[in-house]
């Protein structure tokens, strides 16, 4: 049996993605049968997978056969290799670099765990977090709101 999911349409892909459930992540790497960086990760890429099985889906997407993919996710350059948590992107990383793979994999992991831990802690209530964001981008550019000021006359 394959660790390694190979969804052949970017509608098994989506599949793929929300298959894995709350708590997996799923890795994807996008690659190209005849990319020579992509050849020289891929082992050291099936090596990673058995330690994460309980944590992580991997899956592996040739960018010539699924151009849709490529264009939805932005995948400028190959091997990339982008993490997602409930179908969101958390971590992305490019390149064929070994270590940085291994570091890649593990440190989206414990992103993961650390948004579930947060969550059971504080579970978001979506009305606070949409105020929260426009207060935060109105810091960011700069807005304060007018202050209040007691009645002076």
């Known amino acids: 049996m394959s660790l390694m999911k190979e969804p052949e349409t970017l509608k098994a892909l989506l599949k ?3 298959s894995a459930g709350d708590d997996k992540l799923v890795v994807v790497e996008f690659m190209h049968e005849f990319c020579y960086a992509c050849e020289k990760v891929r082992p050291h ?3 990673l997978m058995p330690g994460y099985v309980k944590e992580a889906d991997f899956c592996r997407v040739e960018v010539q056969d699924m151009p ?3 264009d939805r996710y932005k995948v400028e350059s190959i091997p990339t290799f982008v993490a997602f948590h409930r179908k969101r992107e958390v971590a992305r990383y490019c390149g064929y670099d ?3 793979l291994a570091l890649f994999v593990a ?3 414990k992103a993961k765990r ?3 831990r947060q969550e059971k802690r504080d579970p978001v209530d979506p009305r606070k977090a949409v105020l929260g964001s426009r ?3 109105e810091r960011a550019r700069g807005m304060r709101r007018p202050a209040i000021t007691r009645g002076t006359v």
Request: aromatic share 4%; hydrophobic share 45%.
């Open 135 to 137: 207060r935060r981008s």
């Open 98 to 100: 070994q270590l940085e």
């Open 114 to 116: 650390r948004a579930l």
């Open 16 to 18: 793929a993605l929300s």
């Open 68 to 70: 849709g993919a490529v």
């Open 107 to 109: 440190d989206a992991i």
């Open 45 to 47: 890429y099936r090596k």
